[in-house]
Structure formats: C-alpha cells, structure tokens
C-alpha cells in the first residue's frame, strides 16, 4: 500500500515530537503529498491549536480517558508511539513504567490486533534492558517487547535530548531538562551529533521517512542517525 493511503495510529499527539509529527503530515497535506488519514489516540478533547493541526493532516481524534488495555482501534496500516514522561513528572518509578513501558506496549499491541504492519516508537539514548539504570532499562523493556509483537516492520528512535517548547504545549516543567539544554546551547556545535540535543521537528521527519520505507525487520535510529534522516 503507498503511503498516501496508509492509515496511521498516532498516540502522543499532545507532546514534542508527536505534536511535530502532526505538523510535517499538515505540510505534506497542503503540498499536495498526503500520506493518508491519521487517527490520533487522546485522553480528553483536543484543544483548539491541536484540533487545527489534525485538521490540515486528515486526522481524526480517538479519545479513550484510560489510554488502559483493552484498546479497542479503527483498522490501520501503520503505527507511531511518542508517548513517554520522566520519573520526576509521572511521581514514581511504578507511575513511570506505567507509561514507558506498559502503556506503549498496549497501544503497540492494540495497533497490531487493528491490522498494523508497521510501527515505529520513541524509546531514548542508552536504552538497554540489562542496564542497571532504571530509566535506560525500563526504555531497553519496552523496546524488547514491542519488537516481539510480530510487526513486519518495527523502527525504534533513540534520540538525545529532546528540544522544543513543552511550554507552548502545555506540559509539564522538566527543570532538569531545561538546565541540560540552557547549559549545553554555548557549546552544543561542539559536541558530537550522536549526543547533541535534537529537534523534535527533525525525528519527527526522521521517524515518518523511515517508517514509510516499511524495510523490514527491526531498525534502531540513534541521535545522529535521526539527525541525517530528518534533515530538511
């Protein structure tokens, strides 16, 4: 099937990158290059700056207030999962994981039972499920499990540090992030692309080329791999 017509699951709408991803179907729309209808999963109704975006982008809300098992779906070809938090926004290493991991691995698998052949998911820089970090492995977790969900095609995105104004969207203050980023910018040209911070924008365009592509089996995008794909 051409990506013009591939219905595409989009949960994380309402954070960076998913919200940038939202942004690049909008100008593929209006460029006369759509790639087909989306359907964005929601906990409550869109507001107005997002409801605009899905408009330009052929999309479709699907509000589920739980975003919990079971996930029932409309049929779609592909998926893409920006959901994520950190352990000081979701409270708890348990609040955490309930995110990170158990929530992406039940959209992944409510995809895949709506027909999905391809996913593609956000996961992070050192993710590994046998590192003695909790956060590198609960993302390591997730990777692991979504990738055994029988998907033909599964692209996994581990970018560095994500920038972009989480304030405009809404979100939470992530202090630790802002200070990371504010601290980094004087030097950022310096350090190397696999652990400088990256624009949502560009591993929203990253993730949607490669996920259009559909090559087989699993791919995983490290920073600097994202960075080279998503390139204007």
């Not at 994520?84 to 895949?112: K, M, P, Y």
């Not at 709506?114 to 996913?119: E, F, I, M, V």
């Not at 820089?125 to 990777?143: H, I, P, T, W």
């Not at 592509?213 to 794909?229: D, F, H, K, N, Y």
């Amino acid at each position: 099937m051409a990506a013009a017509t591939r219905r595409l699951l989009l949960a994380g709408a309402t954070g960076l990158v998913g919200r940038a991803v939202l942004m690049h179907l909008a100008e593929r729309q209006q460029a006369g290059q759509p790639r087909g209808p989306v359907w964005a999963l929601l906990r409550r109704p869109p507001d107005a700056s997002l409801e605009g975006a899905l408009s330009r982008a052929d999309g479709h809300v699907l509000i589920t207030m739980g975003l919990g098992p079971p996930l029932r779906l409309p049929p779609v070809d592909d998926a893409l999962i920006t959901l994520g938090t950190t352990i000081a926004v979701a409270g708890s290493h348990e609040a955490f994981r309930a995110v990170d991991l158990d929530l992406v691995v039940a959209v992944a698998r409510a995809a895949r039972d709506a027909g999905a052949k391809r996913l593609a998911v956000v996961s992070a820089l050192g993710a590994d499920a046998n590192s003695n970090v909790f956060y590198n492995r609960v993302k390591g977790q997730m990777e692991g499990a979504v990738s055994a969900l029988g998907f033909d095609s599964v692209v996994i995105a581990r970018p560095s540090l994500l920038a972009g104004d989480r304030a405009a969207l809404g979100q939470p203050a992530r202090p630790g992030e802002r200070w990371a980023l504010r601290l980094l910018r004087p030097v950022q040209g310096l350090l190397p692309v696999s652990v400088r911070p990256i624009e949502a924008a560009v591993v929203a365009r990253a993730l949607l080329r490669t996920l259009d592509e559909g090559q087989p089996g699993r791919q995983v995008l490290p920073s600097a791999e994202l960075a080279r794909r998503g390139a204007v």
